[in-house]
């Protein structure tokens, strides 16, 4: 099975995004969730995550006050609200499994399972 993740696009500086990620209907249950990105000439990374139980949400300096992680369990879905974005947010953004559940314990995954296409997200200055 593999993640679906939509809601990249083209957007200004400063503009804003909602990205979604989805399990195909009958494969898992979506919970304890990472978003990954991954920009031109860079190593994918990990900087927001949700726990199993959705108490813990953690976020990387980069993105911290700016992006927001959620889940709706009724919909299987997990999303990421990208708020007053930067050039650098310019990426193909991920989401995956956290297989350790590493977010309740205070960090955010490095690697992930059941990974997607991506989704473009490009920022323009």
């Known amino acids: 099975a593999q993640l679906v993740e939509s809601g990249g696009g083209l957007v200004q500086a400063g503009g804003s995004l909602r990205l979604s990620c989805a399990a195909p209907?009958?494969?898992?249950?979506?919970?304890?969730m990472g978003w990954f990105r991954q920009a031109p000439g860079k190593e994918r990374e990990g900087f927001s995550c949700?726990?199993?139980?959705?108490?813990?949400?953690n976020y990387a300096d980069s993105v911290k006050g700016r992006f927001t992680i959620s889940r709706d369990n009724a919909a299987n879905t997990v999303y990421l609200q990208m708020n007053s974005l930067k050039p650098e947010d310019t990426a193909v953004y991920y989401c995956?499994?956290?297989?350790?559940?590493?977010?309740?314990?205070?960090?955010?995954?490095?690697?992930?399972?059941?990974w997607g296409q991506g989704t473009q997200v490009t920022v323009s200055s």
């Open positions: 949700i726990s199993t139980s959705g108490g813990s949400t």
């Open positions: 995956a499994v956290d297989p350790m559940d590493l977010c309740g314990l205070g960090s955010i995954p490095s690697r992930g399972d059941y």
């Open positions: 209907p009958g494969t898992f249950t979506i919970n304890r």
